[in-house]
């Protein structure tokens, strides 16, 4: 059975089949864009793609969708945007449900509003609650905050057979599905399609800081952030290389010299505290928009960085992780305490391959040093040719095919674009 656009939007309702001039994804051109107005029409949609043998991009707003490997096929963009909305936010138990295509912006203020925080952050403002799940997505504040799946209680997921699911719950003591709701977090929507989330908010802080010191020149070393990351206060410390510390603290007096950025936020008398244990680093106070900034360095080291590579290390190892990409000509921005390294290299006029085997070798060394992993999260269609952008195989990649095998066996979702061509 071959694909039939007139029978998708027939199922469907006109205005979820959406015709458009081609979009390039990963050298995949896309023309036809299905947005399903809810859970049913979504495994609906999936049925019929599963039944025409099709595959189909997920993607919420298209904030991550440059990262991944290139597709295998693809017949078309399958969106959860209309997906979107806050059903639940209980700010007696502080808990909320809402659907994978609400904005996190949206839901960020919702909490707030409600004396909550909601402990999942994304480098693009714009990025969706699904994406940011499905991708793993993690923020400033993934020292304070972890990895997104630590605060996902239970989760709907439609999958590429058309059938709908639920693991979880709107309570911790709800285990059932506890384990498959985690392999979901991280999956880049390759097990299945997520429709919603029940998820665990935080107290609002009493009170936070956002403090900047420009370290001395010439300062070896991770010490200072680990030193920071350790203070009972901390939410968010960042180290921040010289060619990329005037876009995070623009108003500095200092060039030249790395930056350290700290969030402390808990009751007061613990961030006056742990203000003053940073005293030696003369920090001067900032507003919260240093940490968008950070956020938006995620996304884009430097405008001539045309490699971004992101490494999960041990926080221990950190000092033998950095030695290779420096040698290499990386510029660094590191979360210390949470063992994460966004490493840019250039790619000037005339790189080729040699450039990028470099610097792929520089990230696995370093990868390997520091006792984790990496990936490569941006780079030009050519760069990626060949590679694995997830890096090294994972010792789980037999279960890994395995579960794609069993929960999408004919290759609907996103065939290609996770770890190992998955």
Not at 116 to 130: F, R
Not at 377 to 386: D, F, I, N, Q
Request: overall charge neutral; some cysteine; proline content about 8%.
């Amino acid at each position: 059975m071959s694909l039939d656009p007139e029978r998708l939007g027939r199922a469907l309702g006109g205005d979820a089949l959406l015709q458009h001039e081609p979009l390039d994804v990963a050298g995949v051109k896309l023309a036809t864009t299905l947005r399903p107005a809810d859970g049913e029409r979504l495994a609906a949609a999936l049925r019929l793609l599963d039944e025409a043998g099709a595959a189909a991009l997920v993607r919420g707003r298209g904030t991550r969708l440059g990262f991944g490997n290139a597709p295998r096929r693809a017949d078309l963009l399958l969106e959860t945007t209309r997906l979107a909305g806050i059903d639940v936010l209980d700010a007696d138990e502080g808990v909320a449900h809402a659907a994978a295509g609400t904005p996190l912006a949206e839901l960020h203020a919702a909490a707030r509003e409600a004396g909550w925080e909601l402990p999942i952050e994304a480098p693009s403002p714009d990025a969706t609650l699904g994406g940011a799940l499905a991708s793993a997505a993690a923020g400033p504040r993934v020292l304070r905050h972890g990895p997104p799946r630590d605060h996902v209680l239970g989760l709907r997921v439609a999958l590429a057979t058309g059938e709908r699911t639920t693991c979880g719950g709107r309570v911790v003591k709800n285990v059932t599905g506890y384990d498959l709701m985690k392999l979901h977090c991280g999956a880049f929507g390759t097990l299945g399609v997520i429709e919603a989330a029940w998820l665990r908010l935080r107290p609002l802080p009493e009170e936070t800081r956002v403090l900047c010191a420009w370290l001395p020149e010439g300062e070896p070393g991770f010490a200072p952030g680990l030193a920071a990351a350790r203070l009972g206060s901390a939410r968010a410390v960042a180290l921040v290389d010289p060619a990329l510390a005037g876009r995070v603290d623009p108003g500095g007096p200092v060039r030249g010299r790395r930056l350290l950025v700290v969030e402390l936020g808990g009751a007061p008398e613990e961030v006056r505290r742990d203000r003053a244990a940073l005293e030696a680093h003369d920090p001067a106070e900032v507003g919260p928009e240093a940490l968008q900034r950070l956020a938006a360095l995620q996304e884009t080291p430097d405008p001539a960085h045309g490699l971004r590579f992101r490494l999960v290390l041990r926080p221990t190892r950190l000092e033998a992780a950095a030695a290779p990409l420096a040698r290499a000509g990386a510029a660094l921005l590191a979360y210390p305490g949470a063992g994460f390294l966004f490493a840019g290299f250039p790619l000037y006029e005339g790189a080729d391959e040699l450039a990028v085997d470099a610097a792929w070798r520089a990230a696995r060394d370093a990868a390997r040093a520091g006792g984790g992993s990496f990936a490569l999260e941006a780079a030009p269609l050519w760069a990626k040719s060949g590679r694995d952008v997830f890096g090294d195989p994972p010792e789980a990649l037999a279960l890994m095919r395995a579960l794609k095998a069993r929960f999408d066996p004919r290759g609907v979702l996103n065939p290609g674009r996770f770890v190992g061509g998955i």
